[in-house]
């Protein structure tokens, strides 16, 4: 032991070794046992020290972690809540901008349809062509049309080839997917 503490220590061995030597002398006895008294108090205080500084060092960890928790966490809890809600909106504007967009095609397209479904039925075949072309071909690159009357089909461009009208096909109406293409489709009764 180094040191106040280790001197101490061995000032008191040595008090109690003179004393053991030398008998139970009154005097000594109570030089001893006041040096011991005092020593003690000494060292009680020395401890008690010791532990209030760990303890203050165990409380000062203590209290910077709750620190951080107080003040670290929510802004990092808050920071994350910010970019998935930053996040969400732009997937959801992204989305509306699609969304708005493809209704914008769909509705060219069914105009398009639409208007040579009231077209006079003689004059549906000759006149697709030019309804189609160059404007939505162009805009719309590997567009085809099949323009289907009683059991005539008539393509557009020429050649092209749809998949075949599906049973129960006769009251659709708007863009259908078949066999892996997009279709639009007029009922029946629309295009007189």
């Not at 008090?15 to 003690?40: C, E």
């Not at 006079?120 to 590997?142: H, I, K, Q, V, W």
Request: with cysteine; aromatic share 10%; charged share 20%.
């Amino acid at each position: 032991m180094d040191g106040p503490r280790g001197g101490c220590v061995r000032s008191h061995f040595f008090g109690w070794l003179l004393l053991a030597v030398t008998g139970q002398l009154p005097f000594l006895r109570a030089v001893f046992l006041l040096g011991s008294l005092v020593t003690g108090a000494w060292l009680l205080l020395r401890i008690l020290r010791w532990v209030a500084e760990q303890a203050v060092w165990r409380l000062r960890h203590r209290l910077i972690l709750t620190y951080l928790f107080i003040s670290v966490a929510p802004i990092v809890l808050l920071a994350s809540v910010g970019l998935v809600a930053g996040y969400s909106l732009l997937l959801q504007v992204a989305m509306s901008g699609v969304t708005r967009e493809l209704e914008h095609h769909e509705a060219e397209l069914y105009s398009v349809a639409e208007a040579i479904g009231k077209l006079d039925p003689a004059s549906r075949a000759r006149e697709m062509p030019r309804l189609l072309y160059p404007y939505f071909t162009n805009r719309y690159a590997g567009l085809t049309a099949m323009l289907r009357e009683n059991s005539r089909e008539t393509p557009f461009p020429a050649g092209a080839m749809a998949p075949p009208h599906g049973a129960g096909d006769a009251d659709v109406n708007g863009i259908v997917h078949r066999d892996g293409k997009f279709l639009v489709e007029l009922p029946q009764d629309r295009r007189r």
